[in-house]
T-cell receptor
Framework: GNSVTQMEGPVTLSEEAFLTINCTYT??????LFWYVQYPGEGLQLLLK?????DKGSNKGFEATYRKETTSFHLEKGSVQVSDSAVYFC????????????????FGKGTKLSVIP | DAGITQSPRHKVTETGTPVTLRCHQT?????MYWYRQDPGHGLRLIHYSYGVKDTDKGEVSDGYSVSRSKTEDFLLTLESATSSQTSVYFCAISERVGTATDGYTFGSGTRLTVV
């Protein structure tokens, strides 16, 4: 089946530190991959995405590269800020062949990031 | 925001009572989803809809039912609330054709407490 595994948190970093949040996946076919971010008290927001192997998604200084050979989509940022404190979710998008042909997102469990000044 | 609202934002209810959560969208998207978010579990799909009156179960559907009588509204009902259903519930929408790879847009969530 389809599944996503993220590194467990919480992760605490000092401002301007380098961030890596690991994400690996199991899927049939070639799913699209996403990172979502959830700020305290809010819903999830799309951070970045990649739709095929070797694609690099980027947004707000965050990057992730779709690695088919290692089935990974690690999130990185060169210099984190206090405002990056949030929960980050890795997810894969796959087709559900239930007669509806709908797309569904399967999420990892989330990694909480705290950035201290 | 993409025009998706959830109501209520917060609710406290007693065990055994029925509860209905509402998701309303103004984007005319075909697909709508209900997820619950719990510590240590991430987001888990409860039910989803692929059109008016077309719904299907997700991985944690027991104790929940849904209805979609209009494109814009997707209702989640807990027929008889239990303490294990205390959670934060998120609605999401998506469109397939031309945007199949865009993932979802999420509502702000409903925090439900069952006492």
């Amino acid at each position: 089946g389809n599944s996503v595994t993220q590194m467990e948190g919480p992760v605490t970093l000092s401002e301007e530190a380098f961030l890596t949040i690991n994400c690996t996946y199991t899927a049939t076919g070639y799913p699209s991959l996403f990172w979502y971010v959830q700020y305290p008290g809010e819903g999830l927001q799309l951070l970045l995405k990649a739709t095929k192997a070797d694609d690099k998604g980027s947004n707000k200084g965050f990057e992730a590269t779709y690695r088919k050979e290692t089935t990974s989509f690690h999130l990185e940022k060169g210099s984190v800020q206090v405002s990056d404190s949030a929960v980050y979710f890795c997810a894969l998008l796959h087709v559900v062949y239930s007669g509806a042909g709908s797309y569904q997102l399967t999420f990892g469990k989330g990694t909480k990031l705290s950035v201290i000044p | 925001d993409a025009g998706i609202t959830q109501s209520p934002r917060h609710k406290v209810t007693e065990t055994g009572t029925p509860v209905t959560l509402r998701c309303h969208q103004t984007e005319n998207h075909r697909y709508m989803y209900w997820y619950r978010q719990d510590p240590g579990h991430g987001l888990r799909l409860i039910h989803y809809s692929y059109g008016v009156k077309d719904t299907d179960k997700g991985e944690v559907s027991d104790g929940y039912s849904v209805s979609r009588s209009k494109t814009e509204d997707f209702l989640l009902t807990l027929e008889s609330a239990t303490s294990s259903q205390t959670s934060v519930y998120f609605c999401a929408i998506s469109e397939r054709v031309g945007t199949a790879t865009d993932g979802y847009t999420f509502g702000s969530g409903t925090r439900l407490t069952v006492v």
